[in-house]
């Protein structure tokens, strides 16, 4: 069955404290991978699309980069407005089609 | 501005209610979903749309339905509700099945 596990469930860091969050995913034939960023109260907002591995796409202070079985979003030195959950997800069969399947989301709160 | 637009934002329902979620995109996006998010369990998905005329169940279908007549709309009913339906839900829509661009939600409490 195909899944997407996200890693950890919650961080804290402090103003300028660099650190990773960690989706790993279990499909066979990756069709794309997914970041979004969700902020309290809001719809997810798209961030990144990978498709290989070595893949890497830069947005800011976000890195996201992909392996053949997981998927590192990077964030350097982060700012209090980075506070957010960040979920990844990955296109799976569902009926004749792909539809993303969404992890579970890692919680970032990035003190000042 | 161009997007994906739920209403409405906040609902309660009475347990064995019926009412619809409406969703709206003005992308021409062949793809819309929607998704259902609870404390915990993620996205999970409910139903989706490759098409107008085309509905597919996703992995949560029970209690709800879909159709989808338009490229532009693609409205969720609850056919009778229930306490477990509490949720916040999601439409999403995509060109292609790529990134998919979400509403805001539908913040939904049923009593």
């Known amino acids: 069955e195909d899944q997407v596990t996200q890693s950890p469930e919650a961080l804290r860091l402090q103003e300028g404290e660099s650190s990773s969050l960690n989706c790993s995913y279990t499909?066979?034939?990756?069709?794309?991978l997914f970041w979004y960023r969700q902020d309290p109260g809001k719809g997810p907002e798209f961030l990144f699309t990978?498709?290989?591995a070595g893949e890497e796409k830069e947005k800011e202070r976000l890195k996201a980069t992909l392996t053949k079985k997981e998927s590192f979003l990077h964030i350097t030195a982060p700012k209090p407005e980075d506070s957010a959950t960040y979920l990844c997800?990955?296109?799976?069969?569902?009926?004749?089609?792909?539809?993303?399947?969404f992890g579970r989301g890692t919680s970032l709160i990035v003190h000042p | 501005n161009a997007g994906v637009t739920q209403t409405p934002k906040f609902q309660v329902l009475k347990t064995g209610q019926s009412m619809t979620l409406q969703c709206a995109q003005d992308m021409n996006h062949e793809y819309m979903s929607w998704y259902r998010q609870d404390p915990g369990m993620g996205l999970r998905l409910i139903h989706y749309s490759v098409g107008a005329g085309i509905t597919d169940q996703g992995e949560v279908p029970n209690g709800y339905n879909v159709s989808r007549s338009t490229t532009e709309d693609f409205p969720l009913r609850l056919l009778s509700a229930a306490p477990s339906q509490t949720s916040v839900y999601f439409c999403?829509?995509?060109?292609?099945?790529?990134?998919?661009?979400f509403g805001s939600g539908t913040r939904l409490t049923v009593v």
């Open positions: 997800a990955v296109p799976t069969r569902a009926g004749g089609s792909y539809i993303p399947t």
């Open positions: 990978l498709y290989s």
């Open positions: 999403a829509s995509s060109s292609r099945g790529l990134g998919y661009t």
């Open positions: 499909v066979s034939g990756l069709r794309g």
